[in-house]
């Protein structure tokens, strides 16, 4: 049987819901993406690498990119109560926060498992935003229960949000005309004139994902692809491009920062019994502050601090340089006696090393600690056993990413 | 040094039996009320220029034990000896009347059924009986102590043996109706047998939940459950409560309201220290037990800085409207119900299920019944200093009658609510109204305010299976202990719940006392 097709009907996307949403600078970011490797985040399409990962990376480190972040999650969160409200949520004392910072915080369930992590942005005397990397608002509303002068609104899709990475960075910032720039200091965030709009429309904050030198930059939606523009154009002479999801992974495992799905997985979201991770267990003891007002799940991590976390996450410099993705960790070489488990790995191009984050039961960071790496060659599958040592300093670092002013490229 | 040990939040009948097991084991006690007088909602106050009345009119399980640890008996307490009859009212005045294992005015396949069905519940009550003076175990629990209570429930289950222990777990949480419907055919009798299973709760012959569990712990009291007012009525339970709370040392102060728990804070996390009255003043304690309702407790008295999101969370969701609202009448002699002797049961007009049922419907929608179903009785008859002499106090439970009225509760909604309540009594009681000389009537909200119990509710929050035992009044708070050291619940918000009883009261002091029985 032959039917003809409703003319009128073939107009309407029968899976229109279920694409993906584009972002605010989509137009210029499919124009780039050569290779068309799109995945997704929050419902947006997302871009894994436009043309190559490694070319990408070695940007974000030689000279500058650009990462989408409008499919991360912000909200305001305002009033009188705000502060508490946050203050109660989070393990961190923002109490002391100055206005215009920005302070990196994790919150955590009751039980003292981690929920997330994100930045809290402080914007005037009573308002905050919050970011993260997956939708809170539910953790939010619950968190603000007894808090009635407060308002949280979700400002994920209102505002366009691209961060700005690398040793160039400040340059081009400078050159597109934000006039002080250089001024600004680590977790800072400044507002700039654009484009000929009244006030200050764009907002800078000195904060980033890759452990470098880099901006974040915040506007409007309708502004959104002006900014892109400008960037570009000042970016031009500093080998500016933009970078995906695989090139934030290899940055952000050079700096030592976690990732959810990775090193650790969010609480609201585990179904076994301790799958999650407390922020002991992620070396984020620090970001834990017992003289703080009550906070979520405080009297959990104290019992967590003075016990020890059963595995803790650490650093691994690895012998050779095969990869140990997804390696089992041994205590001996005869790899009778696992005592961890690689959660991301890599080889560090800049630090010419072979880098791994780890999960290690906290009895046994003290002695030997053995990977088992497998391997492919041309189809053949290899393994091997080699040592690890302990690392306790990001593995990279480098001195620009706190100075001010940065070092002019 | 401390003044105090423990300062006790309410002076309703379980802060009175904890502050006194606590007083007689050595400890300083305080009991703050912030009332006038103690006693909550078993409290007897003056309605009318020598009318009194207490919202709570009878006693059906009030605990033994408690009786005998506090020697309530030295203070002057005497429970009734016999208790009082249950009367399903007719119009034509064919009653239905329980009396112990007796059931008149039914057919003698339903008098035979009645004695089958009391047989059985009995023996479910008699199983559940210890639980209710005993610790739940924690959820999650490892402890031997909170495994063994766990084993011995198994254990009485067990010896029930098999066709009673299959009926108990079949039975639990059936609908009162369905239970009602297997036994009997007599439509009044149903609705009688069924009301002790739903009054004070959010349920009606319809819901399954936790009616017939209601029934049973009802049925843990004296006279199998059967209602009865005290010789020196319910105010003479309180005075005897109050007095041997005194003789055991215990300090209370009324008209003292408790404003906040205070918290210590260090680098060890919290700690309550102590209560901040409304009016500024400060009273240090070692530890702080509330006897208000959890609600209260934790979302005014503690503040939900001091807590956990997921637990505050859980403590705004508890159930806590009332549906019960309370009508007090005046009368300058002694109401004559049509074919009734004396008015000295336990008078119930719900003339079958699907009476209490649509009067629960219209309550769902935040309206009341025009056909409200009641509980009557005539304190007086009782306990004659109620009234002058030869005039009454008849006091009624009215349900369903919502906390939260659509369009809210107004004067002329309470009046026009009390105007029906009176019509349909004089229905059953031709004569009444002209016997009226004061009528007052408290909704649910009327009685949040006066007893500061949120929503008015008659177990400070719903009593179903949602919130019951190891789940009373939440997990993380159902062990008498909360998640701030030394701060403790002991009201009717805690296991088992409740009605003029004690056990909140008892279980608390045991556990703050750490003892094992
Ligand atoms: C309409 C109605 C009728 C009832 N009828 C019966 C009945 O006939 N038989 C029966 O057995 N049960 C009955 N009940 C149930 C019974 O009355 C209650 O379950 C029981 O009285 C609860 O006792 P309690 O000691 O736990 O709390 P309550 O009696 O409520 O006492 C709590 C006390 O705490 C005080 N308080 C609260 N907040 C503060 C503060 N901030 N500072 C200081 N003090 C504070 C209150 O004023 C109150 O005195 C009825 C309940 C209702 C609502």
Redesign the interface.
Known sequence: MITTMNPESSAIDPYAGERLKESHFHPRQAALNLRDAWSSWNGYKFADYYYDEEYEYFCVRNSCATYDICPMQKYYVSGKDAQ?MLN??VTRNIANMKEQRVTYVCWC??EGRMVDDGTIFKLGPDKYMLTCGSPCLA?LR??A???DALTIEDMSDEIAALSFQGPTSCAVLKKMGLAGIDTLKPFGIMHFPFAGSSGEPLMVSRTGFTGDLGYELWIEPGLALDLWDALYAAGSDYGIQPYGEAATNMARLEAGFIMPGREFNEALKTVHYQHDQTPFELSLGWLVD??K??F????AL?KDRDNGPEYTLVKLDIEGNKPAEESHLYSNERCTKEIGYVTSAMWSPVVKANIALAMIKTQYLQGDIWAEIYYGRELRHNSKVVRCTLQDKPFWAPGRARQTPPPAY | MQPYDTIIIGAGHNGLICATYLARSGQRVLVLEASGSVGGLAATREFHPGFKVSVAHTVSHFSAKVVDDLDLAAHGYTSAPAPMRTVGLTLGGEHVVLAGADVGGVSAQDIRRYRDYRRLLQRFADLLKPFWLKTMPRIGASSLGELMTFARLGLRLRLLGKRDMGEFMRVATLPARDLMDEYFDHELLKAVLSWDGLIGSKMAPRSPNATIMAMLYRMSGEHHGAHSIPDGGIEGLVKALHSAALAAGVEVRTGARAGRIQILANDNGLRARGVELADGECIDAGLVVSATDPQRTFLELVGVENLEIEFTNRIQRLRCDGFVAKLHLALNGLPNFNGLAQPDGRMIIAPNMDAIEFAFDDSKYGEYSQQPVMEIVVPSLHHSSLAPEGQHVLSAHIMYVPYKLKGGWTEEARARLCERAVDIIAQYAPGLKQQILHSELLTPADLERDHNVTGGHWHHTELSIDQMLMMRPTYGAAQYSTPIPGLFLCGAGSHPGGGLMGGPGHNAAREILGKKS
Do not use: I
């Not at chain 1, 979520?296 to 009297?299: D, E, I, K, T, Y």
């Open positions: 508490a109660r949520m369930t009751d953790w619950k968190s229960f007894g808090f017992f003289k007002p009550h979520n799940g405080r009297l104290l």
